[in-house]
């Protein structure tokens, strides 16, 4: 063995240290190696590694090997055009900052005299106020003088200060900006960019016009039950109110808030590669916006956006973006296509693999499209699969399962479903039982409703076999239950009505724990089927109290989990609107726990005479008819009371009008109860 050398140091300045980076690199050999050939070759390097493994250190040195006679400065000019696009300019090292200097000293010099100025000005304001009154021999022309100067010194201050911060016609003069400054070094510069999240590397992006969306738009997210509608404001705000979730503000925009959202927290359905996909969400920000906005209409439809925002625009078979201040009038705007669901709302309804699936089916009809001459192994190639998956779909054979489902609804004329569909109506009459007493199996074994009335069940079988062109029977079954067999429900197995069923937004599994929203797409005509099933599973129909004078109840009722208390809530409110456009008048919500972990939700319906009468002339009720008639005969026997009363009044010597307001009557109830209701007639 040979004998170690002795070394004998009195401090560490007898270490002799190398003046260049690169030498000072210790246990990172293989490293460095790379790092010299990639500095020769003029290639790119990527450093990856935990804290602390000398990657800045390399980046160092990688800078120190590059070629120092390249050096440049970046300048930034601002754009009169757009100030959000400056205008990028190189040079040559140094000059950057000179400009950048000249352009400040310019400024400075616009406004150099207006310490004298300010200072000549006060004596002016000081002085005139007293000639004015040995002048005028007047108390009242020395205070006007005196305030009138005072005024005019200080909006002139103001003006100055306003000029030299932000300009005024041409007193300002834009100042460029150096981005990368290389005046005075010897080598290639080296920016450390280490952030606390990924955004930091790029800085905070406040405002993306291609993201921006209207508070009424609608997401499809991911949720434990698959991808499901959602409005993009309510979903927003539930994480804006988590604690985890990390935010910030800003003082540059009024009410300016962002958020960036954890790893696998938001996950929406988008485009990527030319197919549907899961998209993740990792940042949003909301601000209050102060300006004008641009109003635009096609085919009826409005949205308002900002000047800046980019519209999609077709010329000549290219899709272009423009701002919406360019736009001109014959400008062919792309929107999306006048339907309520399409292919894409079929899929989102099948789990990820499946979904991937029809991703790549999707690609394969692309590469096969373009290239009709490929045999399957050379697609499969292409698209890094196995050559067995493709070569069935080049054999015409097993398609994924969702496209199949959607071409069996497209041979129904039910994909793509538009608003013009004649079939649509009858849509939203079986959705609409799906929120009340049917719904979906949680294990998607079945769409199903369930009634005590067995012509309920029947209509709902029929309305079912009628949409999707079914035999009777088929798929279909109705089963008798109850403790005592007074229970009827039907049933239909086939997965593809029930896909069809969930992409339009019917809820899945127990209610009672799941989130309920009414379909954007249900509004105008369709909206009288889809809540008058609704109301037909969940109305509590009224009976006269034994008093005689009044009606017991008349609500519709919602159940839910106290964690669900808000969505039932904005599901009633929904509820709500609806019937105030059919003139029907609500006084409240009423909550109350049931046993279990569950609330009821009731909205009371005004039980006044005429708001009764209201309900049942213009509000429909399916799938229910003895709730009808049982609220028909309790407003009967209501009217038959009120006649009598009104009779009894009359004779007593009261005055109609009196009459009327005192039994809360308006002509036209008045008119009811007096011609319609029994086999006598009163006049007054």
């Known amino acids: 063995m040979g004998m170690a050398k002795k070394l004998s140091y009195t401090s560490t300045a007898d270490i002799k240290v190398s003046d260049t980076i690169l030498n000072q690199v210790i246990g990172q050999e293989d490293a460095v190696e790379i790092i010299k050939k990639a500095a020769q070759q003029r290639r790119h390097v990527l450093l990856i590694g935990e804290p602390g493994t000398g990657k800045s250190m390399l980046g160092l040195a990688l800078a120190e090997l590059l070629p120092k006679e390249k050096l440049a400065d970046i300048v930034a000019f601002p754009n009169p055009n757009d100030e959000n696009q400056p205008l990028i300019r190189a040079m040559t090292a140094g000059q950057g900052r000179s400009l950048a200097q000249q352009g400040r000293l310019q400024s400075q010099n616009l406004f150099k005299g207006q310490n004298w100025i300010l200072f000549i000005l006060l004596i002016v304001a000081m002085v005139l106020p007293w000639w004015a009154r040995s002048y005028y021999q007047s108390d009242i022309m020395f205070a006007a003088f005196f305030l009138g100067g005072m005024v005019f010194l200080a ?319 088929m798929n279909g079954r109705i089963i008798e239950g109850g403790e005592y067999g007074h229970s009827w429900c039907y049933q239909n197995t086939n997965r593809n009505v029930i896909r069809f069923l969930l992409a339009l937004g019917a809820p899945q599994g127990n209610k009672t724990l799941k989130e309920l929203h009414v379909p954007r797409w249900i509004a105008g005509g369709i909206e009288d089927e889809f809540f008058g099933s609704f109301i037909g599973g969940e109305l509590g129909t009224p009976i006269m109290h034994k008093r005689g004078n009044y009606l017991t109840c008349l609500e519709v009722g919602i159940t839910g989990s106290p964690a669900l208390r808000q969505n039932r809530l904005q599901f009633l409110a929904a509820l709500r609107g609806y019937l105030a456009r059919k003139s029907v008048s609500v006084t409240s919500i009423y909550e109350r726990k049931l046993s279990g972990e569950s609330n009821i939700f009731r909205l009371l319906i005004e039980k006044k005479f005429d708001n009764v009468l209201f309900f049942l002339m213009n509000v429909k009720i399916n799938y229910c008819e003895y709730k009808q008639k049982r609220l028909y005969a309790a407003l009967g026997r209501w009217g038959m009371r009120k006649r009598d009363k009104y009779a009894e009044l009359i004779n007593k010597g009261h005055g109609a009008e009196w009459v009327m307001k005192a039994l809360h009557l308006s002509p036209n109830s008045l008119y009811l109860i007096l011609n319609h209701f029994g086999p006598r007639a009163v006049t007054a």
């Open 155 to 473: 909006g002139f201050a103001f003006f100055l200060n306003m000029a030299k911060r932000q300009g005024f016609g041409n007193l300002r003069i834009e100042v460029p900006k150096v981005i990368v400054d290389n005046y005075g070094k010897k080598n290639a510069p080296f920016w450390d960019a280490t952030g606390s999240h990924a955004g930091a590397l790029l800085g905070d992006v406040q405002h993306d016009p291609f993201q921006t969306i209207s508070d009424d738009a609608y997401l499809t997210v991911k949720g434990p039950q698959g991808m499901r509608p959602e409005k993009i404001d309510i979903t927003l705000d539930n994480y804006w109110r988590k604690p985890h979730i990390h935010r910030e503000t800003s003082t540059e925009r009024k009410n300016y808030e962002a958020i960036f959202l954890p790893k696998g927290e938001l996950t929406v359905l988008g485009e990527r590669e030319g197919a549907v996909s899961e998209i993740e969400v990792l940042s949003a920000n909301r601000y209050d916006y102060v300006g004008d906005l641009v109003k635009l209409t096609v085919d009826g439809r409005k949205l308002c956006v900002t000047p800046e925002h980019k519209i999609a625009v077709s010329k000549n078979g290219v899709v272009e973006y423009v701002e919406a201040s360019q736009l001109k009038i014959g400008d062919s705007l792309l929107v999306n296509p006048d339907h309520v669901i399409d292919e894409t709302d079929i899929i989102s309804t099948y789990d990820a693999r499946q979904r991937e699936q029809c991703r790549l089916h999707a690609q394969y009809s692309v590469i096969a499209r373009q290239n009709p001459s490929w045999g399957y192994k050379r697609i499969a190639k292409a698209m890094g699969q196995p050559s067995a998956k493709v070569r069935w779909w080049h054999a015409g054979k097993h398609v994924p399962v969702p496209l199949q489902t959607c071409e069996w609804l497209r041979g129904r004329n039910l994909l793509p479903l538009r608003h013009d569909n004649p079939k649509l109506a009858r849509i939203a009459k079986v959705l609409g039982a799906t929120f009340g007493d049917g719904g979906i199996f949680e294990n998607l074994n079945g769409v199903f409703l369930s009634s005590s009335e067995k012509a309920a069940v029947e209509e709902f079988g029929k309305d079912i076999e009628e949409l999707f062109g079914f035999g009777h029977g």
